[in-house]
């Protein structure tokens, strides 16, 4: 099963493709949910809701734990069903450039699934450090002197796999789309991971509505 995330409405929505494409229909609507902290609110915090096609959201997450950069301490999100029973939990670790290390993504949910992805494979990461940078960095000159378009972008694929290894959810930097290999995962907690990844590598079309709809 193929997901993506749609940009180019009020408000982000997940979508669930059928085999090879053909139809598809909607989960959610993205919702940013305000924290009351306007701009003095962590960088780490997430709070939003997935509204379905009822009246109020079939899934909430919000924050546990903020993370951080210095530290390397995990940012940990909970996400609750529309009666406040917990679906599951994900944990983000920022990646730390200076000890090669890669973000990291853990998605846990009640029903015992675990599942770990990291961004980028790193044989794309060896690449990219003594090409991909210097050619970012000159790109981005170019776009900033009007001459070129945007910088050429880090490895961004993501394998979730469980504890023997078996990949059970891959997202497809390059067109932008989630497959999930396990149709055992309860699409809500799959919806709500979608859009906490958006929220830290939106896709390239989000445009105002990055880290969606913001308050």
Same mark, same amino acid.
């Given at each position: 099963?193929? @997901?993506?995330?749609?940009?180019?409405?009020? @408000?982000?929505? +997940?979508?669930? =493709?059928?085999?090879? =494409?053909?139809?598809?229909?909607?989960?959610? /609507? /993205?919702?940013?949910?305000?924290?009351?902290?306007?701009?003095?609110?962590?960088?780490?915090? $997430?709070? @939003?809701?997935?509204?379905? %096609?009822?009246?109020?959201?079939?899934?909430?997450?919000?924050?546990?734990?903020?993370?951080?950069?210095?530290?390397?301490?995990?940012?940990?999100?909970? +996400?609750?069903?529309?009666?406040? #029973?917990? !679906?599951?939990?994900?944990?983000? &670790?920022?990646?730390?450039?200076?000890?090669?290390?890669? #973000?990291?993504?853990?998605?846990?949910?009640?029903?015992? =699934?675990? +599942? $770990?992805?990291?961004?980028? &494979?790193?044989?794309?990461?060896?690449?990219?450090?003594?090409?991909?940078?210097?050619?970012?960095?000159?790109?981005?000159? !170019?776009?900033?002197?009007? %001459?070129?378009?945007?910088?050429?972008?880090?490895?961004? &694929? +993501?394998?979730? &796999?469980?504890?023997?290894?078996?990949?059970?959810?891959? @997202?497809?930097?390059?067109?932008?789309?989630?497959?999930?290999?396990?149709?055992?995962?309860?699409?809500?907690?799959?919806? #709500? /991971? !979608?859009? !906490? =990844?958006?929220?830290?590598?939106?896709?390239?079309?989000? *445009?105002?509505? *990055?880290?969606?709809?913001?308050?």
């Amino acid at each position: 099963m193929t @997901f993506n995330v749609r940009y180019g409405t009020s @408000f982000p929505v +997940v979508v669930r =493709h059928g085999e090879g =494409h053909a139809g598809h229909d909607a989960i959610g /609507l /993205l919702c940013r949910v305000p924290d009351g902290q306007a701009g003095a609110a962590h960088p780490c915090a $997430r709070t @939003f809701d997935v509204v379905g %096609e009822g009246p109020g959201a079939i899934a909430r997450v919000s924050t546990e734990e903020t993370g951080s950069h210095v530290s390397g301490r995990p940012a940990v999100y909970r +996400v609750d069903d529309p009666y406040g #029973a917990r !679906l599951g939990r994900i944990t983000y &670790r920022h990646g730390r450039a200076l000890r090669g290390a890669r #973000a990291r993504w853990t998605v846990e949910s009640v029903t015992g =699934h675990c +599942v $770990r992805g990291y961004r980028g &494979r790193l044989f794309w990461w060896a690449l990219w450090w003594p090409v991909g940078l210097p050619v970012s960095l000159v790109w981005l000159i !170019l776009s900033l002197l009007g %001459e070129g378009d945007d910088a050429f972008g880090k490895p961004r &694929r +993501v394998i979730w &796999r469980d504890s023997s290894r078996r990949a059970r959810l891959v @997202f497809r930097g390059v067109a932008d789309e989630y497959q999930v290999l396990d149709g055992s995962w309860d699409p809500r907690l799959v919806a #709500a /991971l !979608l859009g !906490l =990844h958006q929220s830290y590598d939106p896709s390239e079309g989000s *445009g105002e509505n *990055g880290w969606y709809a913001r308050p």
